[in-house]
């Protein structure tokens, strides 16, 4: 059985740092894609950040690029999310997600059918 379980968030000032940490167990990392999400309070939910070993990178959208920081630990089988100088905008619910991929593109952002239970980070001003 695949699962996801996300941890790590908290209360931060602005200009301050977290790391997500996103376990997994039920399969191997090297075969799929692992994309955080979050979701902000009366928005829809956004992809962040996405890696595979597959595609041999990651991914980050425009918003994040430079601050945050994906990456991956096979021997744990967890992926992480170093997040760093927060803006209040990045308060929102954080989702680790997963979808098979061996491919050498990153899935689309609908793909992704194994989900977190979410991680609330709160970014203060």
């Known amino acids: 059985e695949v699962q996801l379980v996300e941890s790590g968030g908290g209360l931060v000032q602005a200009g301050g740092s977290l790391r997500l940490s996103c376990a997994a167990s039920g399969f191997a990392l090297d075969d799929y894609a692992i994309a955080w999400f979050r979701q902000a309070p009366g928005k829809e939910r956004e992809g962040v950040s996405c890696i595979s070993k597959s595609v041999g990178s990651a991914y980050y959208v425009d918003s994040v690029k430079g601050r945050f920081t994906i990456s991956s630990d096979n021997a744990k089988n967890t992926v992480y999310l170093q997040m760093n100088s927060l803006k209040p905008e990045d308060t929102a619910v954080y989702y680790c997600?997963?979808?098979?991929?061996?491919?050498?593109?990153?899935?689309?952002?609908?793909?992704?059918?194994?989900w977190g239970q979410g991680t609330q980070v709160h970014v203060s001003s």
């Open positions: 997600a997963a979808v098979e991929n061996i491919g050498m593109g990153f899935p689309g952002w609908f793909e992704y059918h194994y």
